[in-house]
């Protein structure tokens, strides 16, 4: 039995910082960052079923066009897709009555829809990017036992392309689903590889008043390349939704509205429109699978 202090429940029975009770969540679930995202994404529902929120993890379930889907915001970082991933995980697969694991597990559909900018000057803004792999540089998964599910031939190409300072940790990479990757592809995005950094400022190559540990990692990421997979795009969680998911038997996929190019110092006119055509399609996709 898993005790009480590792499976927190609310007193209402619910999972703890999800305030989510099994039956509230569809198998097919959009993790989006912004709680504000996540009714600009149920405004395209037929129906909303569910709705609850607790601290910046909002849920609301509903049906479109004929799909129940859940949307959920996670928040920012690898550290709140930590809670998230594992707590959906324990609404499916584990008893929260006798808090065993089940016998039959459930494999959920995890779809990121995600802002992000590009590293790469022809993926222009207003683009859509799908992650074909995720470099984790946050270390959040190497707490877990990640040999299993990790692409370690890319992270030692990483590490040797960049000089990467083991005392930063070692860089994790994860492959999406391929079920997922085929449901949701088109000729209409880029693919490529979306680097998860654990921070927005220093982790990014950001400079406020601090100086950098590798003032040029940036400029080393942009010319990174694996097995023709260049890195597209830097954000802040989805090598850590990968690696969860595929760690828990999960399917999971990463798609991000490019609203700014930093190669080229643009920004979308109108991020707006542009994440909203990311929404169309990805709620088309997923209904019509």
């Known amino acids: 039995m898993i005790q009480s202090s590792e ?21 097919d679930i959009i993790f989006v960052g912004d709680q504000d995202r996540v009714e600009k994404i149920t405004a395209h529902f037929d129906s909303i079923e569910f709705t609850t929120q607790k601290r910046e993890f909002k849920t609301q379930t509903g049906i479109y066009k004929g799909k129940r889907m859940t949307v959920l915001s996670t928040g920012i970082g690898p550290d709140n897709i930590d809670i998230v991933i594992n707590e959906l995980d324990a609404l499916v697969n584990i008893d929260l009555e006798t808090r065993q694991p089940k016998t039959s597990l459930t494999a959920l559909n995890i ?30 998964l190497r707490s877990y036992q990640v040999d299993n599910i990790t ?5 030692e190409a990483f590490v040797s392309h960049t000089n990467w300072d083991s005392r930063k940790g070692q860089p994790y990479a994860v492959q999406c689903s391929e079920m997922l990757e085929k449901m949701i592809e088109s000729t209409d995005i880029h693919k490529g590889i979306t680097a998860t950094a654990g921070g927005f400022y220093g982790p990014q ?5 601090l100086p950098l540990q590798d003032a040029e ?47 080229s110092g643009t920004f979308s006119s109108d991020p707006y429109a542009a994440v909203n055509k990311l929404i169309e399609y990805t709620l088309d996709k997923i209904a019509n699978s």
């Open 217 to 263: 990692l940036n400029s080393k990421m942009d010319n990174f390349s694996y097995n023709g997979n260049r890195i597209t795009n830097l954000e802040m969680e989805t090598a850590a939704i990968y690696g969860l998911s595929a760690l828990l038997g999960h399917n999971a996929l990463s798609m991000n509205a490019i609203i700014a190019n930093r190669a």
């Open 111 to 140: 779809i990121r829809i995600g802002t992000s900018g590009s590293l790469q000057a022809d993926i222009p803004v207003d683009s859509i990017v799908m992650s074909k792999y995720a470099l984790g540089v946050d270390n959040m």
């Open 151 to 155: 692409d370690a031939s890319l992270e």
């Open 205 to 209: 190559g950001r400079v406020l008043r």
């Open 7 to 27: 499976l927190i429940l609310n007193p209402d029975g619910s999972i703890y910082h999800l305030n989510l009770r099994p039956e509230n969540i569809a198998h």
